[in-house]
């Protein structure tokens, strides 16, 4: 199995999941799990790996158009050094205050690989699940997308300090509020937006219609990814950048990209077919952990 079917797996056995989040009553819970070797590459700080990790939940709990109550991480790595760890806190703590949110600590073990579990909870008394599109609303994203694809150039180049600081994304927590009101739809792109677009449709019964030159890239990835190619291809397919993808009735776009505090980007709309880009198939292809 891949890690889509294990998932639907899951999702069909336990009656609580929801979507980026499980929902009961009024609390939405989401958990992560952080590797070494496929999420933290050479040169991330463990204060980025904090932040990162936690934000991550974090980010779940925004796309479910929930505030963010608290967070908790479990650090596991082959040895424990004071300096790493209380940065790793470090980074934890300050995501959290980022959004409002308290850092509750977490557990501590040993393994053989630095690796991050991370829980966090969130409140709403009305979620914002993936299946509420309908033919004619608007697709939008928040923010730009390629920061991480940026972020692991910058890596590879050698240039830890302006990669740390790419890595470290701010979790969409009150754009989601602001516009959960308006969202007929949302997710967030950890996955690619590409992806989220097939999961979105899949979860409406719904196809959408959109266009790259409207996609917000990040002018990080476009000056590190010089080729337009490979600039569209990890702008739309890379994932790892933690926006908010949401579909939104025509009627409600102006109020809705208002009310956030963040840019909000009209990619395209929903439609009743598959899903496309620039009137071409859009191939479901993203981050996938393996």
Same mark, same amino acid.
Do not use: K
């Given at each position: ?6 998932? *639907? ?244 776009? *102006? ?36």
């Amino acid at each position: 199995m891949d890690e889509r079917e294990a998932l *639907s797996l899951i999702g069909g056995s336990v009656p609580a999941a929801g979507d980026d989040c499980a929902v009961l009553g009024d609390l939405v819970l989401t958990t992560d799990m952080l590797h070494e070797t496929t999420d933290f590459p050479e040169g991330v700080s463990r204060y980025t790996a904090g932040w990162r990790a936690v934000g991550a939940s974090l980010s779940d709990v925004a796309a479910m158009g929930a505030s963010a109550s608290a967070a908790l991480a479990v650090y596991a790595a082959p040895r424990f050094d004071e300096a790493e760890l209380e940065a790793f806190i470090g980074g934890c703590t300050d995501v959290c205050a980022a959004v409002d949110a308290t850092y509750a600590g977490g557990d501590l073990d040993a393994h053989e690989e630095f690796t991050v579990s991370t829980t966090a909870v969130g409140r709403t008394a009305e979620p914002v699940y993936r299946s509420g599109a309908e033919p004619g609303d608007a697709i939008c994203v928040t923010g730009t997308l390629g920061r991480s694809a940026a972020a692991l150039e910058l890596f590879r180049a050698g240039e830890p300090d302006r990669a740390n600081e790419l890595f470290r994304f701010d979790p969409r927590v009150a754009a989601g509020r602001s516009l959960a009101p308006y969202a007929t739809s949302m997710m967030d792109s950890s996955d690619g937006l590409a992806r989220s677009l097939h999961q979105l449709a899949e979860a409406s019964d719904c196809g959408a219609s959109t266009t790259y030159a409207d996609v917000p890239i990040d002018p990080a990835l476009e000056a590190v990814a010089t080729d337009r190619r490979a600039r569209r291809e990890l702008g739309v397919h890379f994932g790892e950048d933690f926006e908010l993808v949401c579909t939104v009735p025509e009627d409600d776009l *102006s109020a809705a990209t208002a009310a956030t505090d963040v840019a909000v980007t009209r990619i395209g709309t929903v439609e009743a077919g598959g899903v496309r880009m620039d009137g071409e198939p859009l191939a479901d292809r993203g981050f996938t952990h393996r």
